[in-house]
């Protein structure tokens, strides 16, 4: 691929990430805002307590936690118990690295995508409606393929960026990496 072409997806990725911040700010902005609601009615005797808030929270935190989770494994800050990953030689780690990306693509594109999407549009086509706020419940279930797309997008880029640093010329070289002269 050329390089304008290549600047070109990196500005498109970095304003989906800029985006997907953004999201996960505001929700998590309205999250807390709904549980210091809820508490203030509960225990100010001249009001009534929240009904719905108990639910907008539940449905905020599963889109907390989805989309978190594509923030982090940008970020490269997802758990994981590297120990004895960390006991593998070189070529062991990047392989174990690599096998790891690889497979939370795949399963972020069929479990969370296709198989989310397949939830979405099942809930979209019945109607089902959240009990006490009358929420569509697919914006709910909607969390699992908007997710799935970033975590799948995400892992493929660590994998392509993984491949370009083990070959001397990527981004987060390795301090205990050989520095490749370039030709």
Request: hydrophobic share 50%; glycine share 10%.
């Given at each position: 691929?050329?390089?304008?072409?290549?600047?070109?997806?990196?500005?498109?990725?970095?304003?989906?990430?800029?985006?997907?911040?953004?999201?996960?700010?505001g929700?998590?902005?309205?999250?807390?805002?709904a549980?210091v609601?809820?508490v203030?009615?509960?225990y100010?005797p001249?009001?009534?307590?929240?009904?719905?808030?108990?639910?907008?929270?539940t449905?905020?935190m599963?889109?907390?936690?989805?989309?978190?989770?594509?923030?982090?494994?940008k970020r490269?800050?997802?758990?994981?118990?590297?120990?004895?990953v960390?006991q593998?030689?070189?070529?062991?780690?990047?392989?174990?690295?690599?096998?790891?990306?690889?497979v939370?693509?795949?399963f972020?594109a069929?479990v969370?995508?296709?198989?989310?999407?397949?939830?979405?549009?099942?809930?979209?086509?019945?109607?089902?409606q959240?009990?006490?706020?009358e929420?569509?419940m697919?914006?709910?279930?909607?969390?699992l393929?908007?997710?799935g797309?970033?975590l799948?997008?995400?892992?493929?880029?660590?994998v392509y960026?993984?491949i370009?640093?083990?070959?001397?010329?990527g981004?987060?070289r390795?301090?205990?990496?050989p520095?490749?002269p370039?030709a």
């Amino acid at each position: 691929m050329r390089p304008g072409g290549m600047r070109f997806l990196v500005k498109i990725k970095d304003t989906l990430d800029r985006l997907l911040e953004f999201l996960l700010i505001g929700i998590f902005f309205v999250l807390v805002a709904a549980v210091v609601w809820q508490v203030f009615t509960r225990y100010v005797p001249w009001m009534a307590p929240s009904d719905g808030t108990e639910e907008i929270a539940t449905f905020l935190m599963i889109w907390v936690g989805l989309v978190g989770s594509s923030v982090a494994l940008k970020r490269k800050a997802h758990l994981g118990i590297d120990y004895f990953v960390a006991q593998l030689p070189r070529r062991g780690r990047v392989g174990t690295e690599l096998f790891g990306y690889v497979v939370v693509a795949i399963f972020s594109a069929l479990v969370l995508v296709i198989g989310g999407g397949r939830v979405v549009l099942h809930v979209w086509n019945t109607g089902q409606q959240s009990p006490a706020l009358e929420i569509p419940m697919w914006t709910v279930y909607g969390a699992l393929p908007v997710s799935g797309c970033f975590l799948t997008l995400y892992s493929l880029v660590q994998v392509y960026e993984t491949i370009l640093r083990e070959r001397g010329a990527g981004p987060n070289r390795r301090e205990d990496d050989p520095v490749v002269p370039e030709a």
